[in-house]
């Protein structure tokens, strides 16, 4: 009797989780720049959001071809919005540090409002880029527009991401262990089963294609 052992859900997964594997990686060494994280960003995003549909071909290969296509608008978004998460985050040490009552509570809810924005923004901004062409308006639009459009979905991504800074926070050891192996693969894995959701705002293809996933 012949037995075929990559037809079955053992091999499959183990064959996954290899996948997950090298995408975590080519996100770790193509961020080490910093200013390469939207790109990289943008190319584990267009990878995934194939893999949760299962249309994804080489993994390695999608990757790079996906970097070096995205990398001009990738980076000229990710420069700005993180160079303004910096400004926000040493506003928030100055007001507190120089304003007190009435002041500072106005100051604090401000920054808080565009803090959350821009983490909004930055959660969609990346897999629209690999999703679809728009230029750096109407990404950033589309990004803004989603999230709060996308509400449910938007709050999902952001407890993914709360769950996971806690479990970092608890043993700082084993979640850098896990980051460095698969963790960001699984983060942007979960998201992309959201976002592709949420892109049916975008696409009625996409919308026809969830509805016929949820009846099955």
């Not at 996948?19 to 995003?45: C, E, K, R």
């Not at 007001?95 to 604090?108: H, K, L, P, S, Y």
């Not at 950033?140 to 479990?167: E, F």
Request: proline content about 3%.
């Amino acid at each position: 009797m012949n037995f075929n052992w990559t037809d079955n859900a053992v091999m499959r997964g183990l064959g996954r989780l290899c996948d997950f594997m090298i995408l975590n990686l080519l996100w770790i060494i193509f961020s080490i720049p910093l200013f390469t994280i939207g790109a990289s960003t943008t190319a584990l995003y267009s990878v995934m959001l194939k893999v949760v549909k299962n249309e994804e071909g080489y993994i390695f290969k999608g990757f790079l071809v996906a970097f070096k296509d995205n990398f001009k608008q990738a980076t000229l978004l990710w420069l700005p919005l993180s160079a303004i998460g910096i400004i926000l985050m040493i506003n928030f040490r100055l007001i507190r540090e120089f304003q007190a009552g009435a002041v500072q509570v106005a100051f604090n809810i401000i920054f808080t409002i565009m803090s959350v924005l821009l983490i909004f923004v930055l959660m969609y901004i990346f897999p629209l880029i690999a999703r679809y062409e728009n230029t750096f308006k109407q990404s950033i639009q589309n990004a803004l527009l989603l999230s709060i459009a996308r509400l449910p979905y938007t709050i999902l991504m952001l407890l993914v991401g709360a769950v996971a800074v806690v479990g970092t926070i608890i043993h700082p050891p084993l979640a850098i262990f896990i980051w460095m192996i698969v963790g960001v693969s699984i983060v942007a894995w979960v998201n992309s089963v959201l976002l592709r959701k949420a892109f049916s705002m975008l696409d009625p293809k996409e919308e026809e294609e969830n509805k016929d996933g949820e009846e099955e």
